[in-house]
């Protein structure tokens, strides 16, 4: 990393750099973990290292992790490397075996952090033990419930929480794995400037050749420091394949990024435009991904039309919808004339999907 000056440090940012993690999405077997963290310890870029050891699997029957098995290979790999190490505990059962097994922070995945019921079980059974817990954002976008699950671990006294950024579920979202909604971390960072905030860039991306955009991105946004996927053999990683990194490739990364000279002014001008630059193209991305979705239903209807022997202009049905819209349209501020023009644009594509497949 090139020289900086920011002098934003914390309990987790000791120095101007940012902290880094690596390791692999999941703990996979004793010899990929030691020789992936080997491998991370080698580039000296890195401050911590990171094992998936219970994965939340979209679906059953997925790869659901090592579970316990895996503790005592990430305690080998903290006395191998010296470097402290991170696991994901979902569950108060959990947090419990990774402190048995001197695990130096506790992080809390996104699909734990959604559910306040599950965030208290855990800071439950952290009450007393003083151990760092890093929070990663809900799936959805809700601010308040990240604000919610960090408060939950700081009632029952844990005094070193920070948090993940690694973007938000979106079903339209074509680019991303995850939408990172810059602008929801920075208003975290608002709301709770003493609070590290750390960016994982992996399941923000989904794909490695965002990776390096997206770290130099949360670096220019003085974010406290990154948690990279990092695997000795990513392609044959047993999940998340397509985002993870050898511990090379993250040594380059790491090396590459520029650390500039910004102070909090230079943020928030930056916050200002570009962010709200980024939600508008997010924005037009949403409304071109419902276009396609919404013509590929038309294009069904006007199979069913063909089937069925059904004129394909129903005026009716286009008198109540519009009416409909231009109410609503109203009702927020825009002008007649502009729904009818845009609903008029979407019908008449419609119509011409829908002759093409009655022609067909
Ligand atoms: C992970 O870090 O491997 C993970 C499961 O992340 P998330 O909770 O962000 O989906
Ligand atoms: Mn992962």
């Not at 971390?185 to 399941?203: Q, T």
């Not at 939600?279 to 071109?288: G, T």
């Not at 349209?329 to 502009?338: D, H, P």
């Amino acid at each position: 990393m090139e020289t900086q000056s920011s002098s934003k440090t914390n309990w987790f940012r000791k120095t101007d750099t940012p902290v880094v993690i690596a390791g692999p999405c999941s703990v996979e077997t004793e010899e990929q973990l030691v020789e992936t963290c080997k491998g991370i310890a080698a580039t000296g870029k890195v401050d911590m290292l990171r094992g998936g050891i219970w994965k939340p699997r979209t679906s059953a029957g997925n790869f659901e992790g090592v579970g316990v098995a895996g503790l005592p290979w990430m305690k080998r790999v903290k006395e191998e490397t010296g470097l402290p190490i991170t696991v994901e505990a979902a569950r108060a059962g959990h947090a419990e075996m990774c402190l048995a097994f001197g695990v130096d922070v506790i992080w809390i995945g996104a699909r734990t952090s959604v559910n306040p019921f599950s965030v208290q079980e855990i800071a439950e059974a952290l009450r007393g033990v003083d151990v760092p817990v890093l929070v990663k954002n809900p799936i959805n976008p809700d601010l308040k419930l990240w604000l919610g699950a960090v408060d939950r671990f700081e009632k029952v006294g844990i005094k070193n929480v920070g948090v993940i950024h690694r973007g938000f579920s979106n079903t339209g979202e074509k680019v991303y794995r995850n939408r990172p909604q810059w602008q929801i971390a920075l208003d975290f960072m608002k709301e709770r400037p003493e609070v590290p905030m750390i960016c994982d860039p992996s399941h923000i991306c989904g794909r490695r050749d965002l990776l390096a955009d997206v770290s130099q991105k949360a670096v220019d946004l003085s974010y406290d420091g990154l948690m990279i996927e990092t695997h000795r053999d990513p392609d044959n990683a047993w999940t998340d394949a397509k985002q993870q990194i050898t511990p090379e490739v993250l040594g380059k990364l790491i090396t590459d990024l520029k650390l500039r000279l910004m102070s909090e002014g230079d943020v928030a001008a930056q916050d200002s435009l570009n962010f709200l630059r980024q939600d508008i193209n997010e924005i037009d991305n949403d409304i071109l991904n419902l276009l396609v979705s919404r013509m590929s239903v038309a294009r069904k209807i006007g199979d069913y039309k063909k089937k069925n022997d059904i004129t394909i202009y129903q005026a009716k049905r286009w008198e109540e919808l519009t009416k409909a819209a231009k109410e609503k349209g109203a009702a927020e501020g825009l002008s007649e004339e502009f729904i009818d023009k845009f609903l008029r644009a979407i019908h008449d594509e419609s119509i011409n999907q829908q002759e093409q497949v009655m022609k067909g």
